[in-house]
């Protein structure tokens, strides 16, 4: 079946660049997202690839997919305290969303 | 800007007790979703519901959980008895119509603890 892996923590300066990846296992995926989950919220779409790109920036933003690798990453550049959230990957190729687990962004000063 | 509401936020029941979640969606989405993420991992859908047919609830627990949308608006989540394991924070998500793949918007979510 599908299966969406996240590495679970991630700790950055804040200043620096953020980068999280993520690998996926289902070849027919037509969309895969960024979400992110801030401390008792719901999850905030951050962005969303189509499979026939391999790159997208959106401000601070930059989502790179390796279709042939099944490895999407997320790189947040100038991380600030404020992105200190739980981040997760996700794919489809109906309307179902698969999620990985999470990664947990912490940003210290 | 349109939001998804949810409630209550918080719901604390007693194992073999029945709780209910309300789900209001953003307004014309046809497209409403339940999922449950439980502690530590990635939402998983429950039920999917396109106007007031269920598309998809191939991952819902049957024998003790219900979901519904009558008008093809705002839907409920039911659960019947409550077990421990059903502890979980429960999110309901919308899209347009025709485009749920490039967008689902969430709601804050229903945060349950069965004692």
């Known amino acids: 079946g599908e299966d969406v892996e996240q590495s679970l923590f991630l700790s950055v300066r804040e200043g620096d660049s953020s980068v999280i990846n993520c690998t996926y296992t289902?070849?027919?995926?037509?969309?895969l997202y960024w979400y992110k989950q801030e401390p008792g919220a719901g999850l905030q779409l951050l962005t969303y690839?189509?499979?026939?790109?391999d790159m997208k920036q959106d401000q601070r933003l930059t989502v790179l997919l390796n279709k042939k690798d099944k490895h999407l990453s997320l790189r947040i550049a100038d991380t600030q305290t404020g992105d200190s959230a739980i981040y997760f990957c996700?794919?489809?190729?109906?309307?179902?969303?698969?999620f990985g687990t999470g990664t947990r962004l912490q940003v210290f000063p | 800007e349109a939001e998804v509401a949810q409630s209550p936020r918080y719901k604390i029941t007693e194992k073999s007790q029945a709780v209910a979640f309300w789900c209001d969606p953003i307004?014309?989405?046809?497209?409403l979703y339940w999922y449950r993420q439980i502690l530590g991992q990635g939402p998983e859908l429950l039920v999917q519901?396109?106007?007031?047919?269920?598309?998809?609830d191939s991952q819902l627990p049957k024998d003790r959980f219900s979901a519904e949308r009558l008008k093809g608006v705002d839907s409920t989540l039911k659960i019947q008895p409550a077990e421990l394991g059903d502890s979980a924070m429960y999110l309901c998500?919308?899209?347009?119509?025709?485009?749920?793949?490039?967008?689902?918007?969430f709601g804050p979510g229903t945060r349950l603890l069965v004692l």
């Open positions: 307004s014309g989405h046809a497209t």
């Open positions: 996700a794919e489809t190729d109906t309307d179902k969303l698969i």
């Open positions: 998500a919308s899209s347009p119509r025709d485009r749920s793949r490039e967008t689902q918007y």
């Open positions: 519901f396109q106007d007031e047919s269920v598309v998809d």
């Open positions: 690839i189509f499979s026939n790109m």
């Open positions: 289902d070849s027919s995926s037509t969309y």
